[in-house]
């Protein structure tokens, strides 16, 4: 790993993307303390794998539920009609015979 100070970074940016391009990582300082990290992409996306681990335990531990993605059709049917009265007429006599 390359490290380099603000200041080169930015006046050799191009230099050190083609270093990243090919495997390499560079850390950069800001007077001296590490601020960020130039990684190659590949890497970036393993990210989404330590996502997916931590979802898999979370999953094993109870504490979440994934979905599959499907449901069942009965979901998409009508449900039952109602029947008798609405109930907003029900409320409307009411208030009107002082209830």
């Known amino acids: 790993m390359k490290v380099a100070n603000l200041a080169k970074a930015k006046n050799e940016l191009s230099r050190y993307v083609e270093y990243v391009r090919r495997g390499g990582r560079v850390r950069i300082l800001v007077r001296g303390v590490p601020a960020a990290e130039l990684v190659p ?20 531990l109870g504490i979440i539920r994934r979905g599959t993605g499907r449901f069942p059709r009965e979901l998409l049917r009508p449900g039952p009609r109602a029947r008798g009265t609405p109930l907003s007429e029900i409320v409307i006599a009411e208030r009107k015979a002082g209830w």
């Open 41 to 60: 992409v590949s890497v970036v996306a393993s990210k989404d794998v330590e996502e997916e681990a931590e979802l898999r335990e979370l999953e094993r």
